[in-house]
């Protein structure tokens, strides 16, 4: 089985400013895929980036970075520059196997953002 | 536009009252899903499928009945509302190609049980 953890309820970050949303798990899986969604106050569910568990490389997405660290089994997503948009709910979710095995996801319960002028 | 689409937008039940949430895809994905979210929770996967045809459960099953008739659609039914099945329901699907692409999610729905 697979969990997700993420321990901080909520963040404050000033405008312009780069955050850090963390993010552990736990699985047996030697194969996975980690993502973050990102929920507005309008309740749409947004795809942010994603990470799989053979790369490499951290990805990137514009402003979003995920800082992918496999053998303490944490996903972070860093936020750079930070805007009054990026106020939302941040979910951090895996889902096991990559390519065609990844049939649904897990997800932690979120952090709420709140990005202040 | 190409995506998910759920309906109703908002449902109000009595308790005992079945009733099927839509969920459609434009796609041609093979995985879809259902996920109910309630505050604090997270995202619970409720129940899931990798084809027409074929469906599994996921973590929280229990008053729910689901079946995949054709790629596009997987309807979530409800037989018999009870007041813990108070949700936001989303439905999400992807393509069996890389993960990278992410899953779509549906707008929701918004489901009080009375």
């Known amino acids: 089985a697979q969990k997700i953890t993420q321990t901080q309820p909520g963040m404050f970050v000033q405008e312009k400013e780069a955050v850090t949303l963390d993010c552990t798990y736990d699985t047996s899986d030697q194969s996975y895929g980690l993502f973050w969604y990102k929920q507005p106050s309008s309740g749409e569910m947004i795809f942010l980036i994603y990470q799989g568990s053979y790369d490499e490389q951290n990805a990137t997405e514009g402003r979003y970075s995920l800082n992918f660290q496999k053998a303490r089994k944490s996903a972070n997503l860093v936020i750079s520059a930070s805007q009054l948009g990026d106020s939302a709910m941040y979910f951090c979710a895996m889902t096991p196997g990559v390519s065609n095995s990844g049939y649904a996801l897990n997800f932690g319960k979120g952090t709420s953002l709140l990005v202040t002028p | 536009n190409a995506g998910v689409t759920q309906t109703p937008k908002f449902q109000v039940l009595k308790t005992g009252q079945s009733m099927t949430l839509q969920c459609a895809q434009d796609m041609n994905h093979e995985y879809m899903s259902w996920y109910r979210q309630d505050p604090g929770m997270g995202l619970r996967l409720i129940h899931y499928s990798v084809g027409a045809g074929i469906t599994d459960q996921g973590e929280v099953p229990n008053g729910y009945n689901v079946s995949r008739s054709t790629t596009e659609d997987f309807p979530l039914r409800l037989l018999s509302a009870a007041p813990s099945q108070t949700s936001v329901y989303f439905c999400?699907?992807?393509?069996?190609?890389?993960?990278?692409?992410?899953?779509?999610f549906g707008s929701g729905t918004r489901l009080t049980v009375v």
């Open positions: 999400a699907s992807r393509a069996t190609r890389a993960l990278s692409y992410g899953y779509t």
